[in-house]
């Protein structure tokens, strides 16, 4: 007997709908070779492999809205109008095999690996082999959210149906967020107000420009002590309700080294605690890896989508896998019906 699986459910969020409750999560490709962020062939072929293979949403990975905000020199960006086609062909490649888009704006801060001067809340770096970021300046401040707006300017004249903002994995927003990375004593920092008032610019900067859906990305504790705990992002994720975000993507750790416990489903609990407490939706990440373990997160309200990463690395057509798990069936595309 065939049934209807929760993950196979549409998701509506603003005007835009979701065939499925499945979500590439964003993952660095590092595949910019002439380290300019432009979209390559592998990015076009990877991305729309997905989207061939029925995942619902497609959210391409961490795109710098600064050149010394990228984690790495071969990573995508959106800090000038030449990434705009090379985005526009993915979009439009992606859309075809009916899938929506999304982008995730980030910018690395201290973690950043580029060459010249990188960028932090306070001069404090990530660990003994990084560089010394300079403190930001209010000047810098201000450029940065201008940064993040502008970004999701282009990200609109590219066509994207999502955006995200990176604010986890001890990236610039989380840095802000922290007082373990946030030393600041102007209003930038020491209270959880003053800490989250750069996310809170920059999600209001982002929305002068774009009125479609809007993630947040987190990290739902630091796992060290004197760190943020899943309480702080309860309070942080109503702030962000209040801002008019749609969904928290709830990830957790890599502002500092850390122990962590890692097993199937380990940050599922943060993003159901979100989801209830903040009243939310939330999007659940992390060592998910097949159909059933998906639809139980989902049929016991833990979360709203699933975020897949490394598993749709190793099995681009993982819907369809999840399906069979699930003894349901989804579409075939038209091309693939003979072995479907």
């Known amino acids: 007997m065939k049934v209807t699986a929760e993950l196979f459910t549409p998701y509506q969020v603003k005007d835009v709908k979701l065939k499925n409750r499945i979500v590439m999560s964003p993952m660095c490709m590092y595949s910019c070779e002439e380290e300019d962020g432009i979209v390559t062939d592998w ?63 980030a910018h690395a801060g201290r973690k950043a690996t580029v060459d010249g001067t990188i960028y932090a809340p306070s001069a404090i770096a990530f660990d003994d082999e990084s560089k010394t970021p300079a403190e930001m300046t209010k000047e810098d401040i201000e450029r940065t959210i201008e940064a993040f707006k502008e970004g999701a300017k282009r990200s609109k004249q590219a066509g994207f149906d999502i955006i995200e903002i990176h604010g986890a994995h001890g990236y610039l927003i989380h840095q802000f967020l922290s007082p373990l990375s946030n030393k600041r004593t102007d209003e930038y920092g020491g209270s959880a107000e003053n800490r989250y008032r750069f996310l809170q610019q920059t999600i209001n900067s982002v929305k002068e420009v774009w009125d479609g859906p809007l993630f947040v990305r987190v990290s739902a504790t630091d796992y060290a002590e004197g760190g943020l ?10 702030w962000m309700k209040e801002q008019g975000v749609d969904l928290i993507d709830v990830s957790s750790g890599a502002l500092v080294h850390a122990k962590i416990n890692v097993y199937p489903g380990y940050q599922v609990p943060f993003a159901e605690k979100i989801k209830h407490e903040a009243n939310i939706d939330t999007g659940a990440v992390g060592l998910i890896t097949s159909g059933l373990q998906a639809e139980e ?33 989804i579409e075939a595309p038209v091309q693939y019906e003979r072995g479907w």
């Open 43 to 105: 990015h076009l072929a990877h991305y729309t492999s997905r989207a061939v293979g029925q995942v619902g949403l497609i959210m391409i990975e961490a795109t710098a809205v600064t050149p010394e905000g990228r984690i790495t020199s071969r990573d995508l960006g959106i800090w000038n109008d030449e990434h705009v086609e090379g985005l526009q062909k993915l979009v439009n490649q992606v859309k075809a095999h009916g899938s929506k888009t999304a982008i995730q704006l």
């Open 297 to 329: 997160i989902l049929q016991s309200k833990r979360a709203d989508l699933i975020f897949v990463a490394r598993e749709l690395l190793r099995d681009p057509y993982w819907p369809r896998t999840a399906a069979k798990e699930l003894n349901t069936t």
């Open 229 to 238: 705990t899943i309480d702080d992002h309860v309070t942080f994720a109503k």
